[in-house]
């Protein structure tokens, strides 16, 4: 049972140009979201984040988009440059009944980001 | 500041044996979680520890086990090896809980043969 879901394998973008990454979640005791980027034999690196009482967060070239009623989150990245070519990771934390969180990530399945010079 | 550290980078082993990876966190950091990553499975939550108690598990069986330390370093012990094992560990620390960002070390490639 998928939890997360990206469902775009991957995506080519010519540079300079916006990179669109989509992610789909189902369980909605999840409140906070994340983006990473990893590249092959390395860890993942930590890009954006959002809770879920907002419905956008921005950092530079990064945006986050959150529709909570579609259960949907994007990426957006603008301009994009050829070493944004990586594996984009969605991930999200469940809330707990007591107000906690916990720190396990859910992790989609990834989407390959090709940015073509 | 330093990132999180993991050693060893690379380990192969032989069905049946077992092995130890290890983790520093951030300094700072109290939260150690350790995920596997597999070309089927994805990326995988194994467990997490918080002050040197295991705060959350995921499903993996019984032989995936771990430890924190007083310093927060943590360690991560799979026995009797499977062939399935072979992935790419990786281990990540936290300043806080849930709503805080996690930060990955390059992770352990272990190929079991």
């Known amino acids: 049972d998928q939890q997360v879901k990206q469902n775009s394998p991957s995506l080519s973008v010519q540079e300079g140009r916006i990179s669109i990454l989509n992610c789909d979640y189902t369980n909605s005791m999840f409140d906070y979201f994340l983006w990473y980027k990893k590249y092959p034999a390395e860890g993942p690196t930590f890009l954006i984040s959002i809770s879920s009482i907002k419905d956008k967060n921005e950092d530079g070239r990064f945006t986050v988009f959150l529709n909570k009623s579609a259960k949907h989150l994007s990426l957006h990245i603008v301009p994009s440059q050829p070493g944004d070519s990586a594996v984009y990771f969605c991930?999200?934390?469940?809330?707990?009944?007591?107000?906690?969180?916990?720190?396990?990530?859910?992790f989609g399945t990834g989407t390959l980001l090709a940015v073509q010079p | 500041k330093a990132g999180v550290t993991q050693t060893p980078r690379y380990l192969i082993k032989t069905r049946g044996q077992q092995v130890t990876l290890s983790c520093s966190p951030i300094s700072g950091h109290r939260s150690v979680s350790w995920y596997q990553q597999t070309p089927g499975q994805g990326l995988q939550f194994l467990f997490e520890?918080?002050?040197?108690?295991?705060?959350n598990k995921g499903n993996f069986p019984g032989r995936f086990s771990g430890r924190q330390f007083s310093n927060s370093r943590s360690e991560m012990n799979v026995s009797t090896l499977e062939l399935g094992d072979s992935a790419l560990y990786l281990c990540a620390s936290s300043s806080g809980q849930g709503r805080y960002e996690q930060y990955f070390g390059p992770g352990t490639r272990l190929t079991v043969t």
């Open positions: 520890y918080f002050s040197e108690t295991q705060r």
């Open positions: 991930a999200a934390t469940e809330a707990l009944g007591y107000g906690g969180a916990t720190n396990k990530l859910i």
